[in-house]
């Protein structure tokens, strides 16, 4: 069979996507401590500012969305780079609240938009299975980028104590300008048969696209159980099981190396098996319940041995890892490939809101639910992911059959009038 034919400089995008992930684990892991060592201001204000500012943000979705719809994709991810470098070699000097406040705020509007662009990105440069191969090779470089972050991160603040909270936040403005220098070999090609119908394209466009909402409204649900790893898991792990707390780092170690090494070679299995995105989403989903089902086991059980609770968590994360790695490819390539061309923009702006909102859900609801029960969130969690994975299937025979399906297509580099190529 022959190979499709890829969009040149195709490479990049993953590579890019490396070094921004890079720049993003310099301070996830560390983010109320590194904004109130480069701010100077106290947890409760940084806390708050970063709850308010995170949440306006959400609205910069619409705006970025209709962006990428009438200029590119690539050129909303400089726009979005670009304010990101600014950002974060502002923090430093943000000693004052107001300003705090105000980078933050831009900042974290970029952050929450970037993730749209890109996935339109994804479905600019990539046709057929070449998309779930490239979302694959992305998130998997994405994910040990998160790694060698932190672990830089964790280096840097080390060897030069405070300071290198400074550091770092420089070192993450640096990461995010070299992520977008190296998308410049990257040529997105649009329909210019497109261009009068990506001018008429709204978002009534999206809302009224009832089996799209569906998708957007399953990844709610399991975007809930990808904010369990990093809020419910240490929760559980300390307060419920009384572990070490050692253990909540190996779960997250366990969980990026899988997803680093394991991503590309899980999601090439999916597909040679031939599996339906639904399905492929749907039988992740499922592997979250399973994962959520066993730690409701060691919480009822609650093993006093070192050795066997430690065996048993890892054996619940490599689980609840194997789901991720082929819920998520297929998830993210069904949304891009079901958004019609001229809209993509405003679809994945539209789908990127199911993960921010579980993003600001997760925290109070999984504490909510502990405090009557520390096995009653993981009891939830099965449940929403179930409903998920029944969405899924359900909504299948009503999405376009190349979304449901991936399918080797051969990108044509015919004439102007059928393709051209977006300007970086």
Not at 206 to 230: C, E, I, K, M, Q
Not at 280 to 298: H, K, R
Request: aromatic residues 8%.
């Amino acid at each position: 069979m022959k190979k499709p034919d890829r969009q040149p400089g195709q490479w990049a995008l993953p590579v890019a996507a490396a070094v921004n992930g890079v720049g993003t684990g310099l301070y996830v892991p560390f983010t109320l401590v590194f904004f109130h060592s480069v701010t100077g201001l106290s947890f409760t204000v940084v806390g708050a500012v970063l709850t308010v500012t995170g949440l306006i943000g959400l609205t910069a979705l619409p705006l970025a969305g209709a962006a990428v719809d009438r200029y590119g994709a690539k050129r909303v991810q400089y726009v979005l780079y670009g304010v990101r470098v600014a950002g974060f070699a502002l923090y430093p000097f943000a000693h004052a609240l107001p300003a705090f406040a105000a980078v933050a705020l831009v900042t974290a509007a970029a952050d929450r938009a970037f993730p749209a662009a890109q996935q339109a990105l994804i479905g600019e440069v990539a046709r057929g299975a070449d998309r779930d191969r490239l979302q694959a090779a992305t998130r998997a470089l994405q994910n040990g980028g998160n790694g060698a972050g932190a672990l830089l991160a964790s280096l840097v603040i080390a060897f030069a104590g405070p300071t290198g909270y400074t550091y770092t936040a420089w070192g993450n403005a640096l990461s995010f300008a070299l992520a977008a220098l190296l998308l410049r070999p990257l040529k997105p090609v649009r329909s210019t048969t497109a261009a009068t119908a990506r001018r008429r394209a709204g978002y009534r466009m999206v809302l009224a696209d009832r089996p799209f909402l569906v998708v957007t409204g399953a990844n709610f649900l399991n975007a809930l159980s990808y904010s369990a790893l990093s809020v419910l898991f240490p929760l559980f792990l300390l307060e419920w099981l009384h572990a070490p707390g050692a253990l909540t780092g190996s779960a997250f170690t366990v969980n990026t190396v899988l997803c680093a090494l394991a991503g590309v070679y899980v999601g090439s299995r999916v597909r040679r098996a031939g599996a339906r995105r639904t399905r492929a989403a749907a039988l992740g989903a499922t592997l979250f319940s399973a994962a959520f089902a066993a730690q409701i086991v060691l919480g009822t059980l609650r093993p006093t041995s070192g050795p066997v609770l430690g065996t048993a968590l890892t054996a619940v994360v490599v689980l609840y890892t194997l789901g991720e790695l082929i819920h998520s490819p297929a998830a993210e390539v069904l949304a891009v490939s079901a958004a019609p061309e001229e809209a993509r923009g405003r679809y994945m702006a539209a789908y990127q809101v199911s993960w921010s909102l579980a993003k600001a859900v997760a925290p109070s609801l999984f504490t909510t639910l502990f405090a009557a029960d520390g096995r009653l969130p993981w009891a939830v969690l099965i449940a929403t992911s179930a409903v998920a994975a029944a969405l899924l299937i359900r909504v299948e025979r009503r999405l376009p059959a190349e979304a449901v399906r991936p399918r080797p297509v051969t990108v044509a580099h015919g004439p102007a009038t059928a393709t051209a190529p977006v300007a970086a």
